[in-house]
């Protein structure tokens, strides 16, 4: 039908004076008038990623890299419940973090900016799992990023095609086994990355079944929600068309598609021409409607 399940917030959808009030106020307008609670969404990371900022009334909220360094777990809580607290305020309920990535100082788009907490797995898995607890403490749901690993790359995918197969090392898949072990995942994102020793056939995680369906969910056992990262994002658009990506998407086992609005020459990424191409691959048989019910009951 066309309804409105979730909602991605950004800065420039703070209103500038008054910003808590006003952003509570949105979120509380919004979740009023939909019969469906909403995913009301934001990627609140702490350091560089960082909508939520100090010149809005919000307490500050450093990198993942300074509390990795730190790596003193009662800091890493009491900077956990901060960006909990702050999201709960404004009637944010999922966050898109923790990143998951392993640190490598050369990453452009991760490592360089500080947004991974370590480059050893078990104090990624750590700190990830306090900032999960504190924010499943207030009702907030979070987000494992980059499946399958985004860390090692060398280039930005917000640009173009990633491919980490040369420096990919099986030890990034370490946290997301040890949160899905414990139970503690909600929702996982896929990287835009190419990784030819997980899917020879050179397709982005994200639009890749041997990534999604038979890394992460057949041998891993994940049953929860997979949502992509943003599909707007140039490793996606310069590769493939938008109805191919989609049909690719969804085939690989994705359940929400992210579509920001962020990244310019979006007039073809709006919700009503999305929400059309998919029902049209719903009628030309290219996805079943068994494909689309398995996601929506996982999403609720």
Not at 21 to 27: F, M, P, R
Not at 72 to 88: K, Q, Y
Not at 169 to 189: A, Q, R, S
Not at 231 to 255: P, R
């Amino acid at each position: 039908k066309g309804i409105v399940g979730g909602i991605v917030l950004f800065e420039f959808n703070l209103n500038p004076s008054n910003t808590k009030k006003n952003l509570k106020q949105l979120t509380q307008d919004l979740q009023n008038a939909a019969a469906i609670p909403l995913l009301i969404t934001i990627d609140q990371e702490g350091g560089q990623v960082n909508r939520l900022k100090t010149k809005y009334g919000y307490p500050a909220m450093p990198s993942a890299k300074s509390i990795g360094n730190k790596n003193n777990d009662s800091v890493t809580h009491l900077w956990s419940a901060t960006i909990a607290n702050s999201l709960m305020e404004s009637g944010i309920n999922v966050n898109y973090a923790p990143v998951l990535d392993i640190h490598h100082s050369k990453c452009p788009v991760l490592g360089k900016r500080e947004r991974c907490f370590s480059s050893n797995p078990s104090e990624i898995t750590k700190h990830a799992s306090i900032l999960i607890e504190e924010h499943h403490h207030l009702g907030i749901k979070t987000t494992l990023k980059h499946f399958p690993g985004h860390g090692s790359s060398t280039s930005d995918t917000h640009l173009g095609i990633a491919d980490v197969t040369k420096n990919w090392n099986k030890k990034e898949l370490e946290p997301y086994k040890n949160l899905i072990n414990e139970g503690m995942v909600d929702i996982i994102m896929t990287a835009h990355i190419v990784n030819r020793k997980l899917d020879p056939s050179g397709l982005p995680a994200t639009l890749s079944s041997k990534i999604v369906t038979g890394l992460l969910r057949n041998e891993l056992g994940y049953r929860g929600v997979i949502i992509s990262d943003d599909m707007q994002m140039h490793a996606i658009t310069k590769y493939y068309g938008l109805e191919e990506s989609i049909l690719k998407c969804i085939d690989a086992g994705v359940d929400i598609l992210l579509f920001s609005n962020n990244i310019k020459g979006s007039t073809q990424y709006n919700v009503e021409n999305i929400h059309a191409i998919i029902k049209k691959l719903i009628l030309h048989n290219k996805i079943s409607i068994a494909r689309i019910q398995e996601s929506y009951d996982r999403i609720m």
